[in-house]
C-alpha cells in the first residue's frame, strides 16, 4: 500500500508538464521533491538530473536509477486563417488515439486549452472512412475563430503542447 506522501509526490510529477524538450517544470518539481533525500543535485547542460545519496559503506554496492522526465506530446506547427492549431508530434505519439484528446497548448501567456479534431464524418469519403487518419490531417480546436484570435491568445509556432492529464486511483491496492 502506497503512503499519502508518496501518491501525492506521484501527482504532482504527473501533472507537471514535460513534453520532450521542454521539460523545465516537471525538472523542477523532481528537484523539489528529491533534493531532502539526497546529498547532491546537480542539473547538466542536456537538462538531465544527476542526484547522488552516499551510501554508508564506501565499499558497498553502487546503484543508478535511470528515468525519462518527459512526456510524448505535440508541438504547434501553424494556425490557419480559420483559427486552427495545426501540430507535430514529439515523440511517439499513435496517431490513431489523437482524435477527440484533450490538450493543454503551454503559450508564454499560460495555459490554452483545445481539443484534437478531424474532417467529420458527414464530410468525410467513404475511403476516408476506413483508414487511419494521419496526424498532419487532425487539427486542434481552441474555440477561436480567426489565426488573429489564436495569436492575441499567446498561442505560436513552437509552443509545446501536453495531453490533458489528471491523477486517479483505479483500486485501492487491495486483492479480492
Known amino acids: 500500500m502506497m503512503t499519502d506522501e508518496i501518491l501525492e509526490t506521484l501527482k504532482?510529477?504527473?501533472?507537471?508538464?514535460?513534453?520532450?524538450?521542454?521539460?523545465?517544470?516537471?525538472?523542477?518539481?523532481?528537484i523539489k521533491e528529491i533534493k531532502d533525500h539526497v546529498d547532491q543535485v546537480q542539473v547538466d547542460t542536456l537538462?538531465?538530473?544527476?542526484?547522488?545519496?552516499?551510501?554508508?559503506?564506501k565499499n558497498g554496492p553502487k546503484i543508478m536509477v535511470a528515468a525519462h522526465l518527459d512526456e510524448i506530446g505535440l508541438i504547434v506547427k501553424y494556425v490557419d486563417e480559420a483559427g486552427w492549431v495545426?501540430?507535430?508530434?514529439?515523440?511517439?505519439?499513435?496517431?490513431?488515439?489523437?482524435a477527440g484528446q484533450l490538450v493543454s497548448i503551454?503559450?508564454?501567456?499560460?495555459?490554452?486549452?483545445?481539443?484534437?479534431?478531424?474532417k467529420g464524418k458527414l464530410f468525410a469519403k467513404p475511403e476516408e472512412l476506413a483508414k487511419s487518419i494521419p496526424?498532419?490531417?487532425?487539427?486542434?480546436?481552441v474555440g477561436v475563430a480567426s489565426r488573429k484570435e489564436a495569436l492575441e491568445i499567446g498561442i505560436k509556432i513552437g509552443?509545446?503542447?501536453?495531453?490533458?492529464?489528471?491523477?486517479?486511483?483505479?483500486?485501492?491496492g487491495k486483492s479480492t
Open 12 to 30: 504532482k510529477l504527473i501533472l507537471a508538464p514535460g513534453p520532450t524538450g521542454f521539460e523545465h517544470q516537471v525538472r523542477e518539481v523532481f
Open 47 to 57: 537538462g538531465n538530473v544527476i542526484a547522488i545519496k552516499t551510501g554508508r559503506k
Open 86 to 98: 495545426y501540430f507535430e508530434l514529439l515523440g511517439f505519439v499513435d496517431e490513431r488515439a489523437l
Open 106 to 118: 503551454h503559450t508564454d501567456h499560460g495555459t490554452v486549452s483545445g481539443v484534437v479534431g478531424i
Open 135 to 141: 496526424a498532419s490531417e487532425m487539427w486542434i480546436d
Open 159 to 172: 509552443d509545446p503542447i501536453t495531453f490533458q492529464k489528471r491523477f486517479e486511483i483505479l483500486r485501492d
